[in-house]
C-alpha cells in the first residue's frame, strides 16, 4: 500500500493486487505494533484514506498476477481477479449473514473461530464488502442470501474475470507467512492445545480476535497464569528456516507486555539462544527485563510435552543458569520465522536467493522491484520505508503516464 499511494501521489498511476478479499496483509491480524504498542489500523487507515481519494490507484483484491512479460518501462502483466460473489451494491448490512446456515474456518483469526460462508473479512476490512467462501457455500440449492439481501447484491453466477494492463514497472510486496510450526516435531505445536504460534497469540490477545482479547487456555478457556514463550522455534536451524527473521524476539516482548497488562499476577518465562533488540528496540527489551514476573532464560527448548492436566511441560537447558529445567506452563507460545511467501508461490519469473527472498540486485530483469518482507525479514517500519524507496526506483523505470 505505501508504495502504491506514495506512486500514485506522484502522479503515477498504479494498479494494487492483492490476493486476499481485503487490504492490509497481516499487518491488520495484529494486535499491536511495537514498541509503541498502539493499534496498527490506526496506521492503515490513514493509508485506506489516502487510497480512497486518490483516482490514480486501481485497487483488485481477490487477484494474482498471473503473468509478467515485457521490459522495464514497457512491461505487459497478466491479472486474474476470483470472483466475491458479492458486487459493489453491497453495503455491509449483515442481513446475508443471519440467513446463512453454513460455517467456515476464519482465515483471519488463523481458523481459532468460525464465520458464514458468507462474510464480512474483519470489522475494518478494505473494501468494506462481503465475500461469500463458495468452497462451503451451498450455492443456487440455497440463495436464502439472494433472498435476505434487499439491495441485490449476490451474484452466486459471477465468474473469474482476467485483466491485462500495460506498466512500467512491477513491485512485488508479496509479504510473507509464518513458518509451519507442525515441522517442528519436538515442540508440540498441533498435537498439544495449549501451544501455540507467535501470530496466534496476536489475534488471541486482539479485541476483535476469537475470544474478545482474552488471553485463555486453548483447552478449558481459563485465564492463563503462567505463560512460556520459545524463540527461535524453526529459525536459525538448517533442518528448517536457517536465518534469523529479526523482528521475534521482540514480538515476544511485546506479546510479555500483553499478558502482564492483561493478569498483573501472571508469569512469563521467555527461553532464547540470543536476544535481538536493535537500536532504539533496546529500551523496549530493558523496560520488559526490569519486571520481576518475567524471565529470561538463555536455552534452546529440547521438547515439550502435555502433563496429565493438559498444560505444556517445557524441558530445556538453561545455559547461565546451569542445568536442566523442566516446567509447566498453561500456555506455551512459538516464536515461529517469517516465511517469504515467494518460496512456494512463485508467479512469475523472478530470481530468489538460497532462503526464498528477491534481492534487488540478482534480478535479471530490469523494472522488477521487492519491496517489504519480499526482500528480507523485517519490521513494519521498515517495511514502509523501503517501499517508499521501492516506489522511487519505480520512477525511474519510464516516462509518461505508465504505472
Known sequence: MTAAIEAAECGR???LVEKEAYLGGRVSKMNKYFPKLCPPLCGLEINFRRLRVNPLVTVMTGSKVEKVTGASGDFTAVIKTAPRYVNEKCVACDDCVKVCPVNRPDDFNYNMSETKAVYLPHAMAMPAKYVIDMSVCKGEACSECVKACKYGAIEL????????????????????????????????YGQIKNVINNVEMERLSAVNGPTGG?????DNAEPVKKVAFVQCAGSRDENHLPYCSSICCLASIKQANYVRDQYPESEVSI?????????KYEAFYKKMEKDKNVKFIKGKVARIEQDESGRATVTVEDILGGGKLKESFDLVVLATGMEPTMKTDKAVDV???????????RQTVDGFIPAGVASGPVDVTTSIQNSTGAALRAFQCGVGKRG
Open 13 to 15: 498511476q498504479v494498479y
Open 157 to 188: 453466477n459471477m465468474e473469474e474475470k482476467t485483466t491485462t494492463v500495460k506498466v512500467a514497472a512491477v513491485v512485488y510486496a508479496t509479504g510473507w507467512k509464518p513458518y509451519d510450526a507442525g515441522k517442528i516435531e519436538n515442540l508440540g
Open 214 to 218: 482474552k488471553i485463555v487456555r486453548q
Open 271 to 279: 527461553f532464547y539462544i540470543d536476544l535481538r533488540a536493535p537500536g
Open 351 to 361: 530470481v530468489l536467493n538460497d532462503d526464498g527472498f528477491m534481492e534487488l540486485d
